[in-house]
Structure formats: structure tokens, C-alpha cells
T-cell receptor
Framework: GENVEQHPSTLSVQEGDSAVIKCTYS??????FPWYKQELGKRPQLIID?????GEKKDQRIAVTLNKTAKHFSLHITETQPEDSAVYFC?????????????FGDGTTLTVKP | KAGVTQTPRYLIKTRGQQVTLSCSPI?????VSWYQQTPGQGLQFLFE???????NKGNFPGRFSGRQFSNSRSEMNVSTLELGDSALYLC??????????????FGPGTRLTVL
């Protein structure tokens, strides 16, 4: 089955710095790669996603890159702010018309120091 | 639209008992997935239902089972509870069909504690 590895497990940065979280996956059939943010005591929420036919996607301060050949994808957060502090999860999914199994990484706890 | 809801929000059981958790998806969403989240761990996929049929299954023992009703509401059941089953159980719903890459929305979760 699919295996997703996520690094680092914890990341501490100064406000205004950039943060990078990396994930690798094993199943070449995976075609959808979402990233979720989970604040303490809250549910995971999608922050950005990328499809297998796209190499990069950006949304304001957040960007995701995908290297299908190497089977890895990364989340980049620029100009970090204290409210970016949370646990971030990557996932690799095999999506078709009626189903979609998602395998998640173990999460990265990001702390942004003011 | 109302979001994904789960009941109950908190549950305390003892070893050996069984438990049933409920998930109501966003109106119109027909895919429901269940995940187990333990402290410091990621989300472990349990199973996915679409149109009352289990489409995918994770690597959990047979004590974990689920079902989906015609209105897309879903339940999961855990029999013969073990201490290690203590976790946050999250369900997520997704609209399928025309949008293969539709967003998955999570519910607030049910916190299960096994004593």
C-alpha cells in the first residue's frame, strides 16, 4: 500500500522567515496531494492541494511543489506569522470518479516565534 | 451549508465493550471516510464509503467496521475495545462524480477514551 513520509516532525522559525515541509510517497498511482493545517483542538482543514499533472501551485504565502519522478512534494510558507503555528499534514491520494483513499504523513508541528 | 457533524463528541468506554460512532456528511456529499488520530500521530485511514458501499479499507483489524445509509450518513463500530483504541476518530465527506479532486471536509471528531 501507499506509504507517506513527512519531515521534519517539528519545525521552529522566527516570524517572517520561511518554512519548508517535505513529503515522499511510494505509490505511483497517487494523483492528488493535499496539505492540511490542524490547529490545537480543531479539525484538519485543507490549505492547498496539487494534482499529479501540475508541478507547482501558489496561493498567497503558501506554495506546493511536486516532483512525480522522485515521488516527493513540498509545502513552502513564506513570511511566516504566529497564526501559522499548527500541525501540518501532507497526504497522497488515489482519486477516481467515485472513490479516493488518502494516506497521510505523520505531521509537522510548526512553531512561529514572534 | 452545514458542515460535517459527528456524534457523540466524547465517549468513555471500558475494555471489551463496543462502540458506535456516527457521522453526517455535508448535504449532497456521498463519500464518507473515517480516520483514527492518536496523540502525536498522523491520521490513519480506516475506510471509505460511497453509495452505501465500502470502496477502500485501511489496515485495521476486523473489530473496526462501518456502514453507510441511503442518506449518506455513516456509522463506524468498534467491537471488543482495547486500550489502544483510545483516539480521536474523524470522519470526512467529499462530493464525488463530476469533481474527482473535490475537497475533503472533516468533522470535529469523536474523542474515544477506553479505560
Amino acid at each position: 500500500g501507499e506509504n507517506v513520509e513527512q519531515h521534519p516532525s517539528t519545525l521552529s522559525v522566527q516570524e517572517g522567515d520561511s518554512a519548508v515541509i517535505k513529503c515522499t510517497y511510494s505509490d505511483s498511482a497517487s494523483n492528488y496531494f493535499p496539505w492540511y493545517k490542524q490547529e490545537l483542538g480543531k479539525r484538519p482543514q485543507l490549505i492547498i492541494d496539487i494534482r499529479s499533472n501540475v508541478g507547482e501551485k501558489k496561493d498567497q504565502r503558501i506554495a506546493v511543489t511536486l516532483n512525480k519522478t522522485a515521488k516527493h512534494f513540498s509545502l513552502h510558507i513564506t513570511e511566516t506569522q504566529p497564526e501559522d503555528s499548527a500541525v501540518y499534514f501532507c497526504a497522497a491520494s488515489v482519486r477516481d470518479t467515485n472513490a479516493g483513499k488518502s494516506t497521510f504523513g505523520d505531521g509537522t508541528t510548526l512553531t512561529v516565534k514572534p | 451549508k452545514a458542515g460535517v457533524t459527528q456524534t457523540p463528541r466524547y465517549l468513555i468506554k471500558t475494555r471489551g465493550q463496543q462502540v458506535t460512532l456516527s457521522c453526517s456528511p455535508i448535504s449532497g456529499h456521498r463519500s464518507v471516510s473515517w480516520y483514527q488520530q492518536t496523540p502525536g500521530q498522523g491520521l490513519q485511514f480506516l475506510f471509505e464509503y460511497f453509495s452505501e458501499t465500502q470502496r477502500n479499507k485501511g489496515n485495521f483489524p476486523g473489530r473496526f467496521s462501518g456502514r453507510q445509509f441511503s442518506n449518506s450518513r455513516s456509522e463506524m463500530n468498534v467491537s471488543t475495545l482495547e486500550l489502544g483504541d483510545s483516539a480521536l476518530y474523524l470522519c470526512a465527506s467529499r462530493g464525488v462524480g463530476l469533481g474527482v479532486y473535490n475537497e475533503q471536509f472533516f468533522g470535529p471528531g469523536t474523542r474515544l477514551t477506553v479505560l
